[in-house]
């Protein structure tokens, strides 16, 4: 990936590059849609992907279409996969309900989400400390990464947010169907768990309540989000729900601010179209 001098350079540039080719990337995966790509870009998938990884043997392909990879080889976000040896994973209380898949994927993203953390506080990113951090599970389902969280950070307090009544009402089940010790009732003791549909406005306003049915000291609250599958737009939609909180006027950010996003997405096909992720991301990064 080509270095740029700041974070706010690659968004300038990130998101202007979006913006100029957004008749090609609005597309929902699942349409077919021809229209929207040159007569000339006759290339097969093969030829396309080689290049893009090795950023090598494109002469054959049309230079518009090579234009448009090699922006995309500059502009992402390193590919290179975090070391996580297992001795260096955080221990979890109990892998109860958890598949060995699910156990390896709860362990392993808790794990980055505590060391991320830690490491924003480190460098004095907030000035805030990490006994008022609130924590945001985003389509919890039935609330592993949730309580996996609240292991971790054992002061924070958390809301675990999902769609399916029947996912929330089955994480309440998990909770209390666990051998109740002095570590599962604290934790069960700090998580909310609320069925929302998940929007932009209705992630902000379900924060909202929950921190206003909290705070007691007048500290604005550092909320951070995260989400394990995040089906279909719920990624975009954390996304908008996080930038416009973070440029929001000072007011607003006085009952609570978002420290991080931490969300791994799935199920593209399941995006809903519509909405201009493109044209907000640049009026909004401009102010971050």
């Given at each position: 990936?080509?270095?740029?001098?700041?974070?706010?350079?690659?968004?300038?540039?990130?998101?202007?590059?979006?913006?100029?080719?957004?008749?090609?990337?609005?597309?929902?995966?699942?349409?077919?849609?021809?229209?929207?790509?040159?007569?000339?870009?006759?290339?097969?998938?093969?030829?396309v992907l080689q290049y893009y990884v090795t950023g090598f043997g494109g002469e054959q392909l049309p230079p518009t279409?090579?234009?448009?990879?090699?922006?995309?080889?500059?502009?992402?976000?390193?590919?290179?996969?975090?070391?996580?040896?297992?001795?260096?994973?955080?221990?979890?209380?109990?892998?109860?309900?958890?598949?060995p898949k699910k156990f390896h994927e709860v362990q392993r993203m808790a794990s980055y989400v505590k060391n991320l953390v830690d490491s924003v506080y480190d460098h004095g990113v907030s000035s805030i400390d990490q006994g008022h951090l609130?924590?945001?599970?985003?389509?919890?389902?039935?609330?592993?990464?949730?309580?996996?969280l609240g292991t971790l950070f054992p002061d924070a307090k958390l809301l675990a947010l999902d769609a399916d009544h029947g996912q929330t009402e089955g994480a309440k089940r998990q909770a209390k169907g666990r051998r109740v010790d002095n570590l599962t009732a604290d934790i069960n003791s700090r998580i909310d768990h609320r069925t929302v549909l998940v929007?932009?406005?209705?992630?902000?306003?379900?924060?909202?309540?929950?921190?206003?049915?909290?705070?007691?000291d007048g500290e604005p609250i550092p909320v951070l989000f995260v989400a394990l599958h995040a089906c279909g737009s719920l990624t975009p939609d954390m996304l908008r729900a996080f930038l416009a909180r973070a440029v929001s006027p000072r007011g607003a950010r006085e009952t609570w601010y978002p420290l991080a996003i931490v969300t791994?997405?799935?199920?593209?096909?399941?995006m809903y179209p519509g909405g201009e992720f493109v044209v907000f991301v640049q009026k909004q990064h401009l102010s971050l």
């Open positions: 990936m080509a270095k740029h001098s700041s974070g706010n350079d690659h968004l300038h540039l990130l998101a202007d590059f979006v913006a100029a080719h957004r008749s090609l990337l609005a597309t929902h995966p699942n349409d077919v849609d021809l229209s929207v790509i040159p007569e000339d870009w006759m290339a097969t998938s093969e030829e279409l090579r234009e448009l990879v090699d922006g995309v080889r500059a502009l992402q976000l390193p590919r290179a996969a975090i070391d996580m040896p297992d001795d260096k994973l955080k221990s979890l209380p109990t892998k109860k309900g958890m598949s609130h924590i945001v599970d985003v389509g919890a389902g039935q609330g592993y990464i949730t309580r996996a929007k932009p406005d209705s992630l902000l306003d379900a924060v909202d309540t929950w921190v206003h049915a909290g705070q007691n791994v997405g799935c199920c593209y096909n399941l």
